[in-house]
């Protein structure tokens, strides 16, 4: 009796560790909903009803597709930032700062390639085997050699000479 116990916690250790290994895209922010009620975050508010100015400029009605009164949080934070999702024309200040971006190049399939190393890169950092057994966040762990130090950043800048507006002023010490 005593040999057949133990060769089920050898068994079902090892199909455990195997499901462990197992080749899927790596999930490194494990965050799973603590109950069964609704998911707040899946509500969007539809834009207030405006009575338009005329009647017969309406779009004409498609079952299926965007009306006036969806959301549309892109073009909607375009136009917050003052611009126009619209135009594709860039104004007055703006090639300056689309040349200084794309002096180097710009690589027209950039999302795909940026995907594909950070999914090699979730794949390289996934965690232990027992923290992909149990699910454990290690999303931070992973991604710590790309974090930016503020303070550290912050004390350089400061020490080119370079004018810090967003940081807080430093400290003054009584002595």
Request: hydrophobic share 40%; proline share 7%; aromatic share 6%.
């Amino acid at each position: 009796m005593r040999v057949s116990s133990v060769k089920f916690l050898t068994l079902s250790a090892i199909i455990l560790g195997l499901a462990a290994c197992a080749d899927r895209d790596p999930s490194l922010m494990n965050l799973r909903a603590t109950q069964d009620g609704p998911d707040e975050f899946a509500i969007l508010p539809t834009k207030p009803l405006q009575e338009p100015k005329s009647y017969s400029d309406l779009p004409t009605p498609t079952p299926g597709k965007a009306n006036l009164t969806d959301p549309t949080p892109k073009a909607d934070a375009v136009a917050a930032l003052g611009g126009n999702l619209g135009s594709g024309k860039l104004r007055g200040g703006e090639g300056a700062l689309v040349s200084a971006a794309s002096r180097y190049g710009v690589s027209s399939n950039i999302r795909e390639v940026l995907a594909a190393s950070d999914l090699e890169w979730r794949k390289d950092n996934r965690g232990r085997v027992l923290e992909r057994l149990f699910n454990v966040n290690v999303y931070y762990r992973a991604y710590e050699a790309m974090h930016l130090d503020q303070h550290r950043e912050l004390e350089r800048l400061r020490r080119l000479g370079l004018w810090t507006p967003a940081a807080p002023p430093e400290a003054v010490t009584d002595q």
